[in-house]
């Protein structure tokens, strides 16, 4: 089954576009990482994963409906070319609502408020909010849920990217994806602390669909990783419920590095780290040996995100000048 | 069984002490890795190995029957206090032959050729060394598959070290580790070159001993270990018959990788990388890329082993300026 036989069969009827639609949706960092895919056409996971939502930080996206040959895609306001992956993406992605009317283009504007080169992926605020404004702008009234299943097909983190706070993935074990959608996990934090290290602004030039993919193929110890993350994220909810931050902060860094351990075994090596990466963690060993409550997870890319809480903010950014500190709960 | 009860039933009857011997054993360096211990005891593997040894680079070892209450143990000229870990490896391993006549002292002089700090074990030479001359000095006159099982009983690595050129450490499947040795492997290989990039110099905070034990206990992609490394071994097996060196690189590369991720997913995390290690790493890979037959292996520690064939030494002595080349079997 691929996305349009998906839409084509669970979509309700789509009616006229109703008007133009504006929405927001949050970034989120996972603490138990989507890491591999079980059905690459329906971005299904081979493992449940767990997320944190990070507030006011995310993409705003506007979608209206155009009288054009072509979609306009705005990103941060500049005009993407018709043949630039950005808006190739969006574009195949808006014709899974238009399936009935594919003359009906949009000109679409996304802004990211994210950090620039922070390593926080933009990909999964941004079909988070492009499914809700396209949602409204046909009027097509779904729940949650049903627009968790829809964002997926997007890019798979995206699903997470429709709630706030800690929020679940639930793999599912359809082979139609039905239920393979984010739920959110009302189990608030305040206090919780994320702290961006910047160590290289670059693009990546293997992107995280890529790498996967190279891992699941390539690297045989990525047959354990869903026993890592399965225990993971059994941990994570034991943390949660029992405000556990030390239980959090080493099950999200083990579980980070888990995943990078299997890019690391796979062919050709795939290794996101540069020296300051290295470098960074070391000092959060060393600062950890001290005392300091302080843990770190890491996405496809070469950037630390540092875990700790309120109380150790000041310590924290002692160590680490310039830290870019963002809390999903607030204080 | 402990190793005592090991002696018991496998050593011959040791009868009183000949004189002083003195013996040779190179250092080897693994392309596929010994990493786990199915028995901590008898050093008896969860995987088999394969290593090259160096030549003459290794350690010379001497013992000489001494009437004194304890035994002197020197390194490199230097008399280790008694209660040094080194002269507590080496006096607990002769205990192993001298158990009719623990009164039997000996003085013991270690001296290792190794390039100080490059990250070469001299365990593996050292224990192989001693175990040639420990069973000359008391004329035991074992076999080289007999005395590869015992110098396995002193550090695991150094069953391989008592043969030259390419050497598999087979398995074995008993429990009394009898069958779990070290064997030749008769493919020389002209013109192979290993380089030594020396990364860091100062000690390591953990062992291999202690980090495989961490490995094994917290990781669980350490449980897809035994399946990457047999799959290593036969791919190296045809790299040989081959002599084909691409593969043999490749290999040895990926297996020396996923064993520095079973370590990373480990806790709390084994990290022996330092910022120094990463940047050789992505030099190494930018090389290859650019069309040099490059690769390249690591043992539990920061420094790189480059492997490559003598065509390529100009070119890979001028991208590395310092490099230690070693040639296992001459040019």
Redesign the interface.
């Known amino acids: 089954m691929d996305k349009r036989e998906f839409m084509q069969a669970h979509l309700p009827a789509v009616g006229s576009v109703r008007g133009s639609r504006e929405h927001f949706a949050p970034s989120n960092i996972a603490l138990c990482k989507y890491w591999g895919k079980r059905d690459a056409q329906l971005n299904l996971p081979v493992n449940a994963s767990l997320s944190v939502s990070l507030g006011h930080l995310g993409t705003r996206t506007r979608v209206e409906p155009l009288d054009a040959p072509q979609d306009s895609v705005y990103l941060n306001g500049r005009l993407q070319g018709a043949d630039s992956r950005f808006a190739q993406r969006v574009s195949a992605f808006i014709d899974l609502f238009r399936m009935g009317q594919p003359e009906q283009m949009f000109r679409v504007d996304t802004d990211n408020n994210i950090p620039t080169a922070a390593g926080l992926a933009s990909s999964a605020s941004g079909f988070a909010a492009l499914t809700r404004a396209m949602d409204e702008a046909y009027g097509l009234g779904m729940s949650d849920t049903e627009l968790s299943v829809i964002a997926r097909l997007g890019s798979g983190s995206a699903c997470r990217s429709l709630f706030e706070g800690f929020v679940e993935w639930q793999m599912g074990v359809r082979e139609d994806g039905l239920d393979s959608h984010a739920i959110p996990v009302d189990k608030p934090w305040p206090g919780l602390c994320v702290g961006l290290v910047k160590v290289d602004e670059r693009e990546k030039r293997v992107d995280s669909r890529a790498g996967m993919q190279r891992t699941k193929e390539t690297?045989?110890?990525?047959?354990?990783?869903p026993?890592?993350a399965g225990?993971d994220l059994a941990k994570l909810h034991n943390a949660l419920d029992e405000r556990d931050f030390g239980l959090l902060g080493?099950v999200a860094?083990?579980n980070a590095?888990?995943m990078?351990?299997?890019m690391?075994?796979s062919?050709?090596?795939l290794?996101y780290?540069?020296?300051?990466?290295?470098?960074a963690?070391?000092r959060v060993?060393a600062l950890r040996e001290e005392g300091l409550a302080l843990y770190f997870t890491m996405d496809a890319g070469p950037n630390l995100k540092l875990l700790f809480e309120s109380a150790s903010q000041a310590a924290v950014e002692a160590a680490f000048p310039g830290l870019e500190v963002i809390k999903p709960f607030g204080d």
Chains 1, 2 share one sequence.
Request: glycine content about 0%; cysteine-free.
């Open positions: 690297a045989h110890l990525y047959q354990s990783w026993l890592q225990a080493a860094e083990q590095l888990s990078h351990a299997t690391i075994a062919w050709p090596p290794l780290w540069q020296p300051d990466t290295v470098a963690m070391h060993w």
